[in-house]
């Protein structure tokens, strides 16, 4: 867990690599100081009650202090700080942004779950399920309301804190959750479902000790197991079911028992795949979406344990997939394979570190008896390999197939490495199939450390694949042809295998230790084969300078200087490709003798001198390569360069006048290149030449070509940057001769970071003495320069002044590390608070030079020269954007750079993590690192400390600069306007409020003012309209009423471009606006956990309490104070401002909607006029705004809590309502509520309540009419915000304005508006039926109006509202209404259309979805009394009365059975109904009837209809009528034609009716009942129905879908009952469908299937049977499914199947035709035939793989190639389709076959001459 160091001094964690770093100990002195001032400074935010700026704040330094130091803090101080910020997390209310910062420091403290035990730390998950359920379903942020501004981020965030809180519930947790969530299951609601699994797949813990089990899972699992088994619909909620499971597996490793699921596991998981299955192209599946990730690691974590069949199910899963990875299949299920099984592999490498080497944590250990064996290993390696390999060549190139491999190769390299190999060489020799040299040497490189580590696995010691570094070797030699000028990809590929093979070996000469007698035979060879090196490094050396100078043709790069980016042409592959020339030969060179070394950096000279590249990309290229040598080897490189580079720059400058010279030859240019890559070198080497260094410096960095002067600044900057850095110097590895040292030991070997010691290169006296004089010299004397230009002393060229800032931007680059942040006192703080902003989490003081004399100033020197010459060029030369670029970016120096380059941090940081992955053996765990791995990651760790941006406080000269920025963000030029606008983002997201010290400027330019220009005024726009400027904005109340008011008055520009960007920055506002707090409560809680963090009392809770109130009336006057003056920019722009801004104007008030302060009236009134405003956007925010104010005014209703417990005292006994829920179903016979039954008088709108008999602990619900709020009143009786509403409302010419309006025709798409209806929903919900007089004659002419379908949506959504509007109107008051809108609506249902059915649909929706039953009474006499169906009215009226009974039914959910009943009994007669529409209705609503015919729980049976009770009232109709067609197919029909095509047309009604079963098959947990199998063999043969195209389509379909419906256990048996009646079938057509049918069933099935030995023994003897049926396409049919079921695993070939179809081929010999009668021949060749299928079948089910039987019968089947048709077509496809599937690994697999057996097969395929 930790360190002895830790441990000793009692903290949690450090982070590794800061004990790597040199300055570590001054790390650790920091990091204590830093911790007492943000443990001192967060109590005391607490204490004041101050959350923001002060908690916030110093939150964020805490997080930074965890991301800089790690963990490094008591156990006690741990637990405070997890209890203080939990509890500050879970502040009721609290705002989102402080949520978000709350939340991250709590994960970063839980993030490590070894740290704290559960014994140490007891959670209580009620506030955050508060927190959690008041984001995710808060009623007052939603699609129609708009009173919490919920950001998006939380949700995730609480996700992520669910994850590591949940460890430390209290044990009573899982109780309490289950109590809560278990009555809300209710499988036949996709939205219930969803959130009930996501509350029990995100809470319930599952790392519990094993003495907490029975506390913990064993309440639910084998529930929510069932439940996951019984539904078999794949619905969305699924997916977090397997979460669950996949979580508890891991966590629970041996305790939890899953055999008895484990067939129905994998089947699932195979079904997620979505693999194409069988001949005809069926629907797709709607499978739920699972994560391969997830699946594996839940496969990987079941395994273990004497009776496991985890294995056993895993190879036939593997062998059910194999097919599909053939690199000719290619489907959109590769990838999902390759994730899949590299999830697998690497999941089952952590599973076997984690039993080999446990670390010592409190988490429980793995039971010894469930540890994974040997054996285990090696079978699940055997099982994953033919997968792998068989994806290795696939066209879907991903580096997962090569993770998988490598995995593989870990666990068991003898196993894996060979046969890798064997194709590894077989594709490095091929000319033709460049994409499997690319895929083998992507493996190749992933298990380079497999093959040097000579296999060794867990057990150091053990090798086992000792040859492994012999084949190494030889991939080494045989590799090199990949360097390939035009193939980049293999280059790159090549370069990635040789720098991690390189990475891994010593390259020293070792062949004088062969004759060692101690080294086994293997090593002797290695040592032999180790001569090799140095002809393979000059091959490879030889074929890199080739391939650059074959590319030095290259269009030469205009510049490569950074600053000039807009001309550089070096884009992000070249700089890649040279990368990675970088990164081989710095391998090399730190990895080999000092012989070897000197002849590589030999040939690199000889290269670089002999060729002049230039500028050019291959000129960079070998730059990169010098650069490597310099860093890997400077004392050579150096000794060999520099003289020789130095004296030829100088001999070519010190021509006369060169230096006016604009044009230069190029071997100055690659010269002054060369040597710029020389500078790079270790500083201490450098010394050295410092006198040639500086000499060249100061020759050409004033050249007067910008080429030259730029790569001599640059090759500066390198060189201070060598200098005054600190990075790593280590030595290479070899160091001694092989006599002195075995270096085969060495091979692949593996640290402990820990044990690392790395050299680190710090500044020396004499290297800070020598940067200190160039710095003096040169960077004082061009600020002295631009001082002087700008004070008018001397005068430049522009030129000159380009080439003075560059030089002085390059110093600072270069000096970063070195200079400290200046020393200025903080300006006093723009937003106040009680505690200080002077925390500095990172010091910079780590490596500040101790001998460099004021270079605390030289930061503040050069910025006021900066300034100063802003400020002259704004005056003299505005049009200089080059300089102004320049400037910039000595600021961005300047403010940032504190070592390193910070962009191309995060790319390194990339490249090291992949380093990384390519090379990790995760088995070995601490001990996994490779040395160069461990050096480069300490390096970037350092890096990262250096470029860490944190939060500085603001000073003078940051105000100072920050003005300049400002000032350039504005001015005319664009291209200066993007360089100060990026570096002014960057200011606000480190200096701290320089967005609120920017803001006053910004609108200034926002102003109305003649003198501000076009430009002036578009910069500030795309200044605010930035995110991060809008974050900044939209967090404060004090900037939002500085900035919001002046964008509404930005009116005065006409220009569409000024117009977009004031559009953009509102939208941009917007959606950045959260819901800030205008009341903070700091609960005592909080102030008392703040207290113990400190243990001491710094505020007393009195004067905490009158600083809150002083804060939060601070912010109500801010908002008040907002809202009026963007009320009186409303009022006074109506007349003349324009629509646009009005609109903004409304918007921005409609975003101050809250749920906690009313809305002055003012607001309301404004929002109400507009109602019925000319424009169309502003009506659409005034209705949403108003159904907001609406929420906002409602009056809260009185609420119950039903005791069941209670109640059953009094009424019945508690054991009967637990066990009868029949006071909630809706009865059909009582047409009113009875008041002397309690259970009548309750009214629950929740549906799943009482559906499984597990009630919830209370009931809430309303109370009676008579104890809500009065709904009749005056205006006089309502508060100010109802009354300024309702006087408008209640004025007819308003309304009538209003309903024209609304009723107009907007959009030919628009559909049911919800918002128009939550909005009149509202409206009659606060002010009852006072106001229904006024929409009654409009209501009757909307739905009058049958010319326009809008008037109709407008008329039902003002109805929707008001029904749903009137739920508390009482009894009498929503008697009248109905009888008012009953005859409005049955006449208006006389008048749909097909452009209102939708409308109609959603109306009938919103009025009965989540409403009890008992409130629907009207509805329902309405739908079913009122004769809306009665089958007569033609197609269209009856589907669409259909579709709204279906509806209203389906929203009935199960407390409706008694309506489900009556609608069957009212459709049944319409069944075979002449219209097609109709039939397609009757089937959908015949799936609404029967979804709840499911058994899902033990207690739960239907009390509606029955599947099987409908099916055996029309089976025997069906059975008549189409059976008696199908005997009587041949002879004169003896059926009645009409009762014919009624028997049809039921049929299509009940194959629409299992189509939309499947369609909708998210509400229907069991979408196919076990009845229906009965209807198979009557509805099959409707596929053949020619005369009806539609009716076969719809049955293909169909059947279809019901083959890949998932079988139950008790469907098994009756869908292989259809299946042997159908087998009996007189017509052909029935069997070959079925065979059909056979495919996809059993491969949708396979597991559950092999779980029936019985049902696998019956399809394999119906299959044997068919193949010899005597139809020809029936057996063909017949052989390709039994084909298929062997390849996938159903069936097992046995030797009696081969000798049998062998036996019946020798039986029937050909004999002469003549001798026969025709249908003897027939008979004779039908059954020879049928043999050979069988035999065809057997070799096609193996078609990658070669079993030791199949030779022998391929040949057999082959001899029958001249036999009469259609036998001879038949094994001339066999043989060719073998040969197909073989080709790609034939050199192994025609091993298996003899040479007579080649012979004979060549000669099968090849088709005979015609000569011949």
């Given at each position: ?113 070894k740290l704290l035990s559960r014994n140490d730390l007891q959670l209580d998950w009620k506030p955050l399920y508060r927190l959690y359920y008041e984001i995710s379903y808060s009623n007052y942020e939603n699609n129609t309301v708009k009173l919490k501004k919920i950001k998006s981020f939380c949700k995730p965030l609480l996700f992520k804190l669910m994850l590591v809180t949940r460890t430390y519930f209290t044990a009573s947790a899982t109780e309490e959750m289950l109590q809560e969530w278990l009555p809300m299951i209710y499988p036949f609601d996709q939205n219930i479902m969803l959130r009930a699994t996501s509350c029990l797949c995100s809470f319930l813990p599952t790392s519990l000790l094993p003495h907490e089990h029975n506390n913990g899972f064993k309440l639910w699992f084998d529930e929510v197991m069932n439940l996951y088994v019984n539904c078999l619909n794949s619905p969305s909620w699924e997916t977090n079911l397997v979460y669950l499971f996949h979580r508890l597996a891991r966590d629970n490793i041996g305790y939890v028992h899953w055999e008895p699921y484990i067939a129905k596991i994998f089947q699932r998981i195979l079904n997620s795949f979505n693999l194409p299955v069988g001949k005809r192209q069926v629907p797709k599946s709607k499978n739920a979406l699972y994560k391969p990730n997830l699946c594996a690691e839940w496969i990987v974590n079941m395994m273990g344990g004497r009776e496991s069949k985890v294995q056993f199910h895993l190879n036939q899963l593997l062998r059910a997939i194999e097919n599909f990875c053939h690199p000719s299949n290619i489907g959109l299920w590769v990838g999902k394979i390759q994730s899949f099984l590299s999830s697998l592999t690497s999941a089952f490498v952590h599973r076997i570190r984690l039993e080999r080497k446990q670390k010592v944590t409190w988490v429980p250990k793995i039971p010894a008896e469930y540890h994974l064996s040997d054996d285990d290993i090696t079978a699940f390696v055997k099982s994953v390999k033919a997968v792998a390999m068989l994806l290795l060549f696939t066209k879907y190139l991903s580096d997962e197939v090569a993770r998988i491999i490598k995995n593989l190769s870990i666990l068991r390299p003898e196993i894996m490495l060979p046969t890798l190999l064997d194709r590894t060489f077989a594709s490095l020799t091929t000319l033709t199939e460049p994409h499997q040299v690319i895929a083998t040497m992507i493996c190749a490189a992933y298990v380079s450390r497999p093959l040097a580590s000579a296999g060794r696995t867990i057990e150091i010691q053990e090798k086992r694949f000792p040859c492994g570094p012999l084949y190494l070797m030889k991939l ?1337």
């Amino acid at each position: 867990m930790q360190d002895n160091n830790d441990v000793a001094n009692l903290y949690q964690e450090t982070l590794a690599y800061n004990r790597l770093l040199p300055y570590h100990d001054e790390i650790d002195s920091n990091s204590l100081q830093i911790l007492q001032r943000i443990k001192h400074n967060l109590c005391l935010a607490v204490e004041s009650c101050e959350l923001r700026p002060g908690a916030y704040y110093w939150s964020i330094q805490l997080e930074n202090y965890i991301q800089a130091y790690g963990r490094r803090f008591s156990k006690d101080d741990h637990l405070k700080f997890v209890h203080l910020f939990y509890k500050l997390l879970t502040i009721p209310d609290l705002e989102p942004l402080l949520i978000q910062q709350f939340g991250y420091v709590l994960i970063a403290l839980l993030s490590k779950k070894k740290l704290l035990s559960r014994n140490d730390l007891q959670l209580d998950w009620k506030p955050l399920y508060r927190l959690y359920y008041e984001i995710s379903y808060s009623n007052y942020e939603n699609n129609t309301v708009k009173l919490k501004k919920i950001k998006s981020f939380c949700k995730p965030l609480l996700f992520k804190l669910m994850l590591v809180t949940r460890t430390y519930f209290t044990a009573s947790a899982t109780e309490e959750m289950l109590q809560e969530w278990l009555p809300m299951i209710y499988p036949f609601d996709q939205n219930i479902m969803l959130r009930a699994t996501s509350c029990l797949c995100s809470f319930l813990p599952t790392s519990l000790l094993p003495h907490e089990h029975n506390n913990g899972f064993k309440l639910w699992f084998d529930e929510v197991m069932n439940l996951y088994v019984n539904c078999l619909n794949s619905p969305s909620w699924e997916t977090n079911l397997v979460y669950l499971f996949h979580r508890l597996a891991r966590d629970n490793i041996g305790y939890v028992h899953w055999e008895p699921y484990i067939a129905k596991i994998f089947q699932r998981i195979l079904n997620s795949f979505n693999l194409p299955v069988g001949k005809r192209q069926v629907p797709k599946s709607k499978n739920a979406l699972y994560k391969p990730n997830l699946c594996a690691e839940w496969i990987v974590n079941m395994m273990g344990g004497r009776e496991s069949k985890v294995q056993f199910h895993l190879n036939q899963l593997l062998r059910a997939i194999e097919n599909f990875c053939h690199p000719s299949n290619i489907g959109l299920w590769v990838g999902k394979i390759q994730s899949f099984l590299s999830s697998l592999t690497s999941a089952f490498v952590h599973r076997i570190r984690l039993e080999r080497k446990q670390k010592v944590t409190w988490v429980p250990k793995i039971p010894a008896e469930y540890h994974l064996s040997d054996d285990d290993i090696t079978a699940f390696v055997k099982s994953v390999k033919a997968v792998a390999m068989l994806l290795l060549f696939t066209k879907y190139l991903s580096d997962e197939v090569a993770r998988i491999i490598k995995n593989l190769s870990i666990l068991r390299p003898e196993i894996m490495l060979p046969t890798l190999l064997d194709r590894t060489f077989a594709s490095l020799t091929t000319l033709t199939e460049p994409h499997q040299v690319i895929a083998t040497m992507i493996c190749a490189a992933y298990v380079s450390r497999p093959l040097a580590s000579a296999g060794r696995t867990i057990e150091i010691q053990e090798k086992r694949f000792p040859c492994g570094p012999l084949y190494l070797m030889k991939l080494l030699e045989l590799s090199l042809p990949g360097i390939d000028l035009n193939d980049s990809f293999k280059t790159s590929t090549t370069l990635v295998f040789y720098m991690t093979a390189f990475s891994l070996i010593p390259i020293i000469d070792c062949s004088m230790m062969a004759s060692k007698k101690t080294l086994t035979e293997e090593e002797k060879e290695l040592c032999s084969l180790t001569a090799r090196f140095e002809d393979i490094l000059i091959q490879f050396i030889d074929r890199c300078f080739e391939m650059i100078e074959n590319s030095s043709s290259v269009e030469s790069l205009k510049s490569y200087n950074t600053i000039d980016s807009d001309s550089s042409s070096f884009n992000y592959e070249d700089r890649q490709f040279a990368e990675g020339f970088h990164r081989v030969f710095v391998a090399i060179l730190w990895q080999c003798s000092r012989t070897l070394a000197m002849m590589i950096i030999k040939k690199i000279f000889d290269f670089v001198r002999g060729h002049i590249l230039g500028d050019t990309i291959a000129g960079h290229i070998c730059c990169a390569i010098i650069s490597a040598a310099a860093n890997a080897q400077p004392e050579m490189t150096l000794k060999l360069f520099l003289p020789y580079f130095s004296t030829a720059i100088l001999d070519i400058i010190e021509t006369d006048d060169f230096v006016d010279e604009e044009q230069v030859e190029s071997g100055l240019i690659w010269s002054l290149l060369v040597f710029s890559k020389l500078t790079t070198a270790n500083g201490r080497c450098i010394l050295e030449y410092k006198d040639q260094v500086y000499k060249v410096i100061s020759k050409s960095i004033h050249l007067k070509s910008k080429t030259a002067s730029n790569f001599a600044s640059q090759g500066f900057s390198y060189l201070l940057e060598t200098l005054t850095a600190v990075y790593p110097s280590d030595r290479p590895v070899i160091k001694v001769s092989p006599q002195e040292h075995n270096y085969l030991e060495d091979w692949a070997k593996s640290y402990n970071r820990q044990n690392v010691d790395i050299n680190w290169h710090q500044p020396s006296e004499a290297e800070m003495k020598f940067a200190h004089e160039l710095i003096r010299e040169f960077l004082l004397t061009e600020v002295k320069k631009m001082q002087d230009l700008t004070s008018g002393l001397i005068g430049m060229k522009k030129e000159e002044i380009h080439q003075c800032l560059h030089i002085i931007y390059c110093i600072l680059t270069g000096t970063g590390e070195i200079l400290p942040p200046w020393n200025k006192p903080s300006q006093a703080s723009l937003i106040p608070s009680v505690v200080p902003y002077d925390a500095e989490i990172i010091p910079c003081s780590e490596n500040r030079s101790k001998f460099f004399q004021d270079a605390d100033r030289l930061r503040e020197i050069v910025a006021d020269c900066i300034h100063t010459a802003i400020g002259y060029f704004l005056d003299q030369a505005a049009d200089d954007t080059k300089s102004f670029n320049l400037m910039l970016s000595i600021y961005d120096q300047i403010l940032f750079n504190y070592g390193g380059q910070n962009e191309h941090l995060i790319e390194r940081e990339v490249l090291t993590n992949w380093w990384k992955n390519l090379i990790s053996n995760k088995l070995l765990g601490n001990g996994n690192c490779i040395r160069q791995h461990v050096i480069e990651r300490a390096y970037l760790q350092h890096l990262k400390r250096r470029n860490h941006i944190y939060l500085c406080t603001m000073t003078e000269l940051h105000q100072i600069i920050i003005d300049d920025i400002l000032k350039l963000s504005v001015c005319d030029y664009c291209e200066i306007r993007k360089e100060a606008q990026s570096l002014l983002m960057l200011c606000y997201d480190s200096i701290m409020f320089s967005c609120h010290y920017s803001l006053p400027f910004i609108g200034n330019k926002l102003k109305h003012d003649d003198s501000i220009g076009h430009d002036e005024f578009k910069g500030a726009l795309f200044i605010l309209s930035d995110t991060d400027t809008c974050k900044s904005i939209c967090q404060n109340w004090i900037n939002i009423q500085q900035i919001w008011p002046i964008i509404v008055k930005a009116d005065h520009s006409e220009k569409s471009s000024i117009l977009k960007l004031i559009n953009r920055a509102y939208q941009q506002m917007s959606r950045e606006f959260t819901g800030i707090a205008l009341s903070y409560t700091v609960p005592i809680e909080c102030r008392e956990a703040a207290r113990a963090l400190m243990e001491i009392v710094n505020v007393n809770d009195a004067e905490g309490n009158l600083f809150l109130e002083e804060i939060n009336r601070r912010n109500q006057r801010s908002y008040m104070d907002l809202i009026n003056t963007l009320l009186d920019l409303c009022e006074s722009g109506n007349s003349n401002m324009r629509w646009q801004f009005l609109q903004y104007c409304i918007g921005f008030i409609s975003q101050l909607i809250r749920v906690d302060i009313p809305l002055p009236p003012r607001a309301i009134t404004l929002f109400t006029k507009n109602l019925i405003h000319d424009s169309v956007e502003i009506r659409k925010m005034a209705v949403t705004a108003v159904t907001s104010i609406c929420k906002q005014l409602k009056r809260k209703h009185v609420k119950i809590e039903i005791d069941i417990n209670s109640t059953a005292s009094t009424e019945t006994s508690l054991q009967e309502i637990k066990a009868n829920n029949d006071w909630l179903v809706y009865s059909i016979d009582s047409d009113k509520s009875n008041g002397n039954d309690w259970k009548a008088n309750i009214l629950i709108d929740k549906p799943y309540i009482g559906f499984n008999n597990v009630w919830p602990r209370s009931i809430t619900t309303h109370a009676a009419f008579d104890k809500q709020p009065n709904i009749d009143r005056s205006v006089q009786n309502m508060n100010e915000q109802e009354a300024a509403m309702y006087r408008i409302l209640n004025d007819e010419k308003f309304i009538e304005t209003l309903i024209n309006l609304y009723s107009l025709e907007i959009s030919k798409d628009e559909g049911f508006n919800m918002q128009n209806c939550a909005m009149f929903k509202g409206i009659f919900r606060n002010f009852g039926d006072s106001l229904l007089p006024l929409f009654k004659e409009h209501v009757e002419n909307l739905f009058s109006d049958v010319e326009h379908s809008s008037s109709q949506k407008c008329a039902l959504e003002i109805v929707a509202g008001l029904i749903r509007g009137s739920k508390h109107w009482g009894n009498a008051k929503e008697q009248r209404l109905w009888l008012l809108l009953t005859p409005i609506l049955r006449k208006a249902f006389n008048s749909i259309s097909r452009e209102t059915v939708n409308d109609w649909c959603t109306f009938t929706t919103t009025i009965s979805k989540n409403r009890d039953p008992k409130r629907l009474r009207y509805m329902f006499s309405l739908l079913f009394h009122e004769n809306i169906f009665t089958g007569e009215q033609g197609s269209f009226l009856d589907a669409s009365a259909l579709s709204l009974m279906r509806i209203f039914i389906s929203d009935m959910e199960w407390k409706g059975y008694e309506v489900q009943l009556l609608a069957l009994k009212l459709i049944k007669p319409w069944l075979d109904h002449q219209y097609k529409d109709v039939r397609s209705s009757l089937g959908s609503i015949l799936r609404d009837i029967f979804k709840f015919d499911a058994v899902i729980f033990s207690n739960c049976t239907t009390k509606g209809p029955t599947t099987g009770d409908f099916i055996d009232t029309i089976l025997p109709l069906l059975s008549k009528t189409l059976i008696e067609e199908t005997q009587n197919s041949d002879s004169i029909a003896i059926i009645n034609s009409e009762e014919k095509q009624a028997a049809l047309r039921l049929s299509e009604t009940l194959l629409e009716w299992l189509v939309s079963c499947s369609r909708q098959n998210g509400k229907i947990p069991q979408p196919y009942s076990i009845a229906i199998y009965k209807l198979v063999p009557l509805l099959i043969g409707l596929e053949n129905q020619e005369d009806d195209k539609e009716l076969q389509i719809m049955c293909k379909l169909a059947f279809g879908h019901l083959a890949q419906a998932e079988l139950s256990k008790a469907a098994i048996n009756s869908a292989m009952s259809a299946i042997a009646e159908i087998v009996l079938s007189n017509t052909w057509h029935h069997r070959y469908s079925m065979l059909l049918f056979i495919q996809v069933m059993a491969f949708r099935n396979l597991f559950l299937l092999l779980e029936h030995p019985t049902a696998v023994k019956h399809i394999k003897e119906i299959l044997l049977k068919l193949i010899f049926d005597e139809q020809i396409e029936v057996r063909e049919m017949a052989s390709m499914t039994y084909s298929g079921l062997l390849r996938c695993g159903f069936l097992q070939l046995t030797d009696a199947e081969l000798t049998k179809f062998k036996d019946v081929v020798q039986e029937n010999k050909i004999k002469q035709r003549h001798k026969m009668t025709s249908i003897e021949y027939k008979e004779f060749i039908g059954r020879r035939h049928s043999a050979i299928l069988g035999l065809a079948a057997c070799v096609q089910a193996f078609p990658y793989d070669v079993p030791q039987w199949l030779p022998e019968i391929l040949i057999f089947i082959g001899d029958r190639l001249n036999d009469p048709p259609p036998i001879k077509a038949t094994v001339k496809a066999v043989i060719s389709e073998f040969k197909r599937t073989h080709l790609d690994n034939w050199d192994e697999h025609k091993q298996c076959f003899s040479v007579d057996q080649l012979s004979a097969l060549s000669d099968f395929l090849i088709s005979p001459s015609y000569y011949a």
